[in-house]
């Protein structure tokens, strides 16, 4: 089976940072653009973060601009969000997807069903 395992979620306070990450499990990100998407209480899920496949590219929500960074590790098959500054309204479940950047020409355009591959989310609670 083709997922993601996410980690690091927690429960912190405004202005501190977290840093997220997910593993892919049963393939290889060597392929693959990668984007994280986060679902507010009551909100849509919504796309915050990509990077492409050897990571030259990043591309952010406005509203995590400046505040969330994301990476990859290739070797080790692994992504990374990097969130610093947070505040309350960051928070929800952060899943962590990926597609073929080949064959996904809009994959920086963070649109869920440009992507195939999905973990199960990780919560993140940021407390005021």
């Known amino acids: 089976q083709f997922k993601f395992v996410e980690s690091g979620g927690g429960l912190v306070q405004s202005g501190e940072s977290l840093t997220l990450s997910c593993v892919s499990s049963?393939?290889?990100?060597?392929?693959?653009?990668v984007a994280w998407f986060r679902q507010a209480p009551g909100k849509e899920r919504e796309g915050i973060a990509s990077?492409?496949?050897?990571?030259?590219?990043?591309n952010y929500a406005d509203s995590v601009k400046g505040r969330f960074t994301i990476s990859r590790d290739n070797a080790k098959n692994t992504a990374y969000l990097h969130m610093n500054s947070l505040k309350s309204e960051d928070t929800g479940i952060y899943y962590c997807a990926s597609t073929s950047e080949f064959r996904t020409g809009s994959w920086y355009l963070m649109r869920q069903y440009d992507y195939f591959y999905w973990g199960q989310g990780t919560q993140v609670t940021v407390s005021s």
């Open positions: 990077i492409s496949l050897h990571g030259e590219t990043t």
């Open positions: 049963g393939f290889t990100l060597n392929y693959d653009a």
